[in-house]
Nanobody, 121 residues
Framework: QVQLVESGGGLVQAGGSLRLSCAAS????????MGWFRQAPGKQREFVAV????????VYADSVKGRFSISRDNAKNTTYLQMNSLKPDDTAVYYC??????????????WGQGTQVIVSS
């Protein structure tokens, strides 16, 4: 059974930082690209970042480029999202997902339950 479990969300002031983690089990983690997506209240889920299975390539949404960094540790079956210079617009539920090296939601077949990030102004 595939499980993706996010952690690290919380309440932070604008300008602050958070590091999200996503622990995976039940899949050959090192063979999948891992992505982070987010969904704000009343909005559709959107792409944040993706990292190739090897960790050698990454893609970011324009809205987070230069502020967020995605990484992975294949020995620990874990992927991370370091979020710096947070803004109130970053407030959302953040989801990790396993799939193809792509920004498209439809290219990811396994999803976590999400972790809430709230950025106060």
């Amino acid at each position: 059974q595939v499980q993706l479990v996010e952690s690290g969300g919380g309440l932070v002031q604008a300008g602050g930082s958070l590091r999200l983690s996503c622990a995976a089990s039940g899949l050959a983690f090192s063979t999948y690209a891992m992505g982070w997506f987010r969904q704000a209240p009343g909005k559709q889920r959107e792409f944040v970042a993706v990292i190739r299975w090897s960790g050698g390539s990454t893609v970011y949404a324009d809205s987070v480029k230069g502020r967020f960094s995605i990484s992975r540790d294949n020995a620990k079956n874990t992927t991370y999202l370091q979020m710096n210079s947070l803004k109130p617009d970053d407030t959302a539920v953040y989801y990790c997902a396993a799939g193809s090296y792509s920004p498209r939601i439809s290219d990811f077949g396994a999803w976590g339950q999400g972790t809430q990030v709230i950025v106060s102004s």
